[in-house]
C-alpha cells in the first residue's frame, strides 16, 4: 500500500511514521510537509535512506502538487499537517485558515478527483469547547463549541470532511484525539516547554491558577489508534481517542518537578490565556467496543519516557532553541 502523510515531518506526523514503518514494513510513505517552524527533518533523519520512504517538501494548499503525488497510486491518505497552537491563532488566526481549512479542501479536492481516495483526517478535542468539573467526557456525539481560532478551523476541516463523504461519497474516517506529547514534540506545547526550560535551569509558565485541566494521550498510544481507525474502522465514522490521564495543569506541573527533582520555586504564574478552556476529556468507549483499542502508557510512564528522551537528545534540543517562536515567547513572558 502506498500513503500520502501530511505533516509528517511535525511531532505526531513523525512519530507516526516511525510506527507505520515498524509495523507495515511493506508499505510506501510519501511525506509532505511544508517545513514551517515545527516541521523538522531531523526528527526523520534515521529513515531518510529507507527505501520505503520519500520526502517532498511542499504546501497542502498547492493543488496541482498534491494532486500529482496522489495520482501516483496513492492509495490512503491520512491528513496530519495543521497549524495547531492555540496561542498563535489568537495572535494571528490568518495563516490557521489557509492552512487547516483550505488546505483540507485541497486534498479532498484531490481524493475526489483521483477516484476517491481512502482518506483519515486528524483532529482533535478542542472542537467540542470545554467541560466544567463535573461534565461528561466528550464522545463522537458532542456538539461542536470551538472557542478559539485554532479550534474552530479546525472545527471547520472536521466539516468539510464529512460534507465530502456525504456529497462525493469520499471515503473518510476521522480521529478526534486528546493532548499529545512525547519525544519529538516542539517545544512551544506546555510538557516539552516545561521539561526543556527546566532542563535549561530556567523557571516553569503556568497560565492562570493552573486550574485548567486536560486528558494527555502518548504520542505511541495515539499512533496505533489511528492505525486501528484505518484498518477496522467504519467508513464515515468518527472515533475519540482518549488517554485516560486528566490531571490538571499545576498537578502536571508538580508532576514534572517531581520527575526532574526539581521544586515548585521554579513554577512562575503568568497571565491567563484569552478564552482559555477549562477542561478537555475524552471519552474512548467507541473505539473500544468497535476497534478493540485502548491506551497502553499511563501518564508516569509517558513522562518518564519523555523526559528521557529530552535528555539524551541535547543537541536536537539546542538546534530548536534557535528558531524564531523563541524571539515571540521570550517577549511574552518578560512582559508578564
Known amino acids: 500500500m502506498k500513503l500520502l502523510i501530511t505533516g509528517g515531518a511535525g511531532f505526531i506526523g513523525s512519530n507516526f511514521i516511525h510506527y507505520w514503518l515498524k509495523n507495515h514494513p511493506g508499505d510506501f510513505i510519501v511525506n509532505l510537509d511544508k517545513l514551517t517552524y515545527a516541521g523538522n527533518l531531523e526528527n526523520l533523519k534515521d529513515i531518510e535512506n529507507n527505501p520505503n520512504y520519500k520526502f517532498v517538501k511542499g504546501d497542502i494548499c498547492d493543488f496541482d502538487l ?68 463535573e461534565g461528561k467526557a466528550f464522545t463522537e456525539k458532542s456538539a461542536y463549541n470551538p472557542r478559539n481560532p485554532y479550534s474552530a478551523s479546525k472545527a471547520a476541516s472536521d466539516h468539510l470532511v464529512r460534507a465530502y463523504y456525504y456529497t462525493h461519497g469520499l471515503p473518510i474516517t476521522i480521529s478526534n484525539c486528546s493532548n499529545n506529547y512525547g519525544p519529538y514534540q516542539f517545544p512551544e506545547k506546555i510538557i516539552p516547554l516545561f521539561v526543556t526550560n527546566l532542563l535549561e535551569g530556567k523557571k516553569v509558565p503556568v497560565y492562570g491558577e493552573g486550574r485548567n485541566i486536560r486528558d494527555w494521550i502518548f504520542v505511541d498510544d495515539h499512533s496505533r489508534g489511528v492505525d486501528f481507525v484505518i484498518q477496522k474502522g467504519k467508513i464515515g465514522q468518527t472515533y475519540c481517542l482518549g ?11 508538580r508532576k514534572i518537578l517531581g520527575l526532574m527533582d526539581q521544586g515548585e520555586e521554579m513554577i512562575e504564574f503568568v497571565k491567563d490565556r484569552p478564552g482559555h478552556d477549562l477542561r478537555y476529556a475524552m471519552d474512548y468507549t467507541k473505539a473500544k467496543n468497535e476497534l478493540g483499542w485502548e491506551p497502553l502508557v499511563d501518564l508516569e510512564q509517558g513522562l518518564k519516557k519523555t523526559i528521557d528522551w529530552y535528555k539524551n537528545n541535547k543537541e536536537w534540543r539546542e538546534r530548536i532553541k534557535s528558531r524564531e517562536y523563541l524571539d515571540y515567547y521570550k517577549k511574552q513572558y518578560q512582559e508578564r
Open 66 to 133: 498534491v494532486n500529482d503525488l496522489i495520482s501516483d497510486n496513492v492509495d490512503l491518505i491520512i491528513h496530519f499537517a495543521a497549524e495547531s497552537h492555540v496561542d498563535r491563532s489568537v495572535m494571528s488566526s490568518k495563516e490557521f485558515i489557509r492552512t487547516n481549512v483550505e488546505g483540507t479542501m485541497t486534498l479532498l479536492d484531490a481524493a475526489k478527483n483521483n477516484g476517491g481516495v481512502r482518506f483519515h483526517h486528524i483532529s482533535t478535542d478542542e472542537v467540542f469547547g470545554e467541560l466544567n468539573f
Open 243 to 253: 488517554g485516560d490521564s486528566e490531571i490538571t495543569n499545576i498537578e502536571l506541573t
